[in-house]
């Protein structure tokens, strides 16, 4: 009898945090979906899925898989692992449905859509100042700095560049094994630390924002004392870093592909369908992991109470199970509410009509006002723990 009917989930040897794998994942989510619906990576001693209906599963089941044991591969609740847990996103219920009630009633479509002007201009104004210089730098010139300017205005924390991207390199970092990648992080943000505190307090809030919004919620009750400066740290992370991640994706996509590109120029409205095809052929949150609650048995295997179980996204989102050419990136496949980079169920991101938004902004100014846009050289990745992002990606554009 095999060991998968025996219920044994089969070891693997491979470190899916050695940085040429983060840097190229795509053999070892072609391993981890092919050995079998539940494997233990053997260096970590967890358990790890990657087909899409097992991830889905994992990230749904909140009776079995609990997030309050953190979304990284530690347990936080185990002595000497203990970091700050999210409010909104390494908690269950009953917790993580009062918040995410109380969230709700701020982040409306209608208060998204009071920032759509501001984001188009400055989409404009990014794209014209690009054209002008022919070659760029798609994720220093463009993207980053494009997110980072528009989403702090709305959620009303400054944002400066170093210390923004050295806080969220520690926190994609420290969601992974303590590494070197972990360490080096950890030293490049400690002298950010009180910086980041101390602009996430009310006093710093931009009148109108999420944060002023966050604070007043908790003045009223709907949160319990010090959630919004919490939820804040939440919020930054996965309203910049992710945000920039799937953008970048996508002009690298498109800077590659002159019949992907043309179909954006034909129709710029495809910029929103762009951005759920990018963040499905590249996910930015490559790796979320749950606790085991109880003993339980996941597609024919037993799993043991107390163990973390990583549910690889990047895998799931290119898993040939679910997705015809899953390693294609394809304008033309509808993947919004169907693809796990945006979370599923009650985790599903609470931000992503302000993502979508940015993105639907900054590529569709592009498309309307550039007419080719190709690479001009090799793109590099920033490898991160759990995060997937570009580090370099130059581009070259010409004006329509």
């Not at 996103?89 to 009633?105: C, G, Q």
Request: overall charge neutral.
């Amino acid at each position: 009898m095999s060991r998968e009917l025996q219920g044994e989930p089969q070891h693997i040897d491979v470190d899916p945090y050695a940085v040429p794998v983060l840097e190229s994942p795509y053999e070892f989510h072609r391993l981890l979906r092919d050995t079998a619906p539940v494997v233990m990576l053997e260096r970590y001693g967890v358990y790890a899925v990657g087909r899409y209906s097992e991830c889905g599963d994992v990230l749904t089941d909140f009776k079995r898989f609990e997030s309050s044991g953190g979304i990284g591969i530690q347990d936080i609740r185990k002595p000497g692992k203990f970091r700050t847990p999210s409010k909104l996103i390494e908690v269950d219920p009953p917790e993580h449905t009062a918040v995410r009630s109380a969230l709700n009633k701020i982040l409306t479509p209608l208060a998204i859509r009071k920032w759509k002007a501001d984001f188009e201009r400055e989409a404009e104004a990014y794209v014209d100042r690009v054209i002008s210089m022919g070659e760029f730098d798609g994720v220093e010139d463009f993207a980053e700095s494009y997110v980072m300017k528009v989403f702090a205005n709305a959620v009303g924390v400054k944002l400066p560049r170093t210390e923004t991207l050295a806080i969220g390199e520690m926190r994609f970092n420290q969601t992974g094994p303590e590494n070197e990648l972990y360490r080096q992080s950890m030293v490049r943000a400690q002298p950010y630390l009180a910086w980041f505190e101390e602009a996430r307090q009310r006093q710093n809030m931009v009148p109108g924002s999420i944060g002023e919004m966050l604070f007043d919620a908790e003045d009223r009750g709907e949160f319990p004392p010090g959630y919004a400066a919490n939820l804040l740290l939440t919020f930054v992370g996965g309203g910049t870093d992710s945000s920039i991640s799937g953008i970048c994706t996508v002009l690298r996509q498109l800077a590659s592909q002159p019949d992907q590109w043309n179909l954006l120029k034909a129709d710029p409205s495809k910029a929103r369908t762009a951005l759920d095809e990018g963040i499905r052929f590249d996910t930015p949150f490559q790796i979320v992991y749950r606790t085991v609650r109880q003993d339980t048995e996941l597609s024919g295997f037993t799993l043991k109470q107390g163990m973390k179980i990583g549910a690889f996204l990047g895998a799931a989102n290119r898993d040939p199970r679910k997705w015809p050419n899953p390693d294609s990136f394809d304008l033309a496949r509808q993947t919004a509410g169907v693809h796990l980079a945006f979370g599923v169920a009650s985790h599903v991101c609470i931000g992503q009509m302000i993502a979508r938004l940015e993105a639907e902004s900054l590529l569709g100014a592009l498309a309307r006002r550039a007419k080719d846009l190709t690479l001009a050289g090799a793109p590099r990745y920033r490898p991160m723990n759990q995060l997937r992002t570009l580090d370099y990606l130059p581009l070259r554009v010409k004006g329509a």
